[in-house]
């Protein structure tokens, strides 16, 4: 079993930044593949980024150039840096640990935390 918990989520005006961090703790081994997801009400939940342990990361278009997403293994930390933040970056945002690499699902989830965006 894989523990995640995320934080530091909370409410920002457009155009600032936030860095959010995923405490990981158990039986990783299994794992290869750190990704950082999103939902917004009334929406399905979306991939934002991805890193595999060859150092591969993926981006959705909606967040390339914006949002970085790191793996620390001495800390056990997975880290998503975002800059210059829109209303549209609004929502939970959860991190999840698989294997498979990029094209690969399911794995742990986190409980999520919330990003505002304000105008």
């Known amino acids: 079993q894989v523990q995640l918990v995320e934080s530091g989520g909370g409410a920002v005006q457009a155009g600032g930044s936030l860095t959010l961090s995923c405490a990981v703790s158990?039986?990783?081994?299994?794992?290869?593949?750190w990704a950082w997801y999103r939902q917004a009400p009334g929406t399905q939940r979306e991939q934002v980024a991805i890193?595999?342990?060859?150092?591969?990361?993926d981006y959705a278009d909606s967040v390339t150039g914006r949002f970085t997403i790191a793996v620390n293994n001495a800390k056990d930390l997975v880290t998503l840096q975002m800059y210059n933040l829109q209303p549209g970056d609004t929502a939970v945002y959860y991190c999840n640990a698989r294997s498979g690499g990029l094209y690969s699902s399911g794995g742990y989830w986190g409980q999520g935390t919330q990003v505002t965006i304000s105008s």
């Open positions: 158990g039986a990783r081994f299994s794992v290869d593949t």
């Open positions: 890193m595999i342990n060859t150092g591969i990361t």
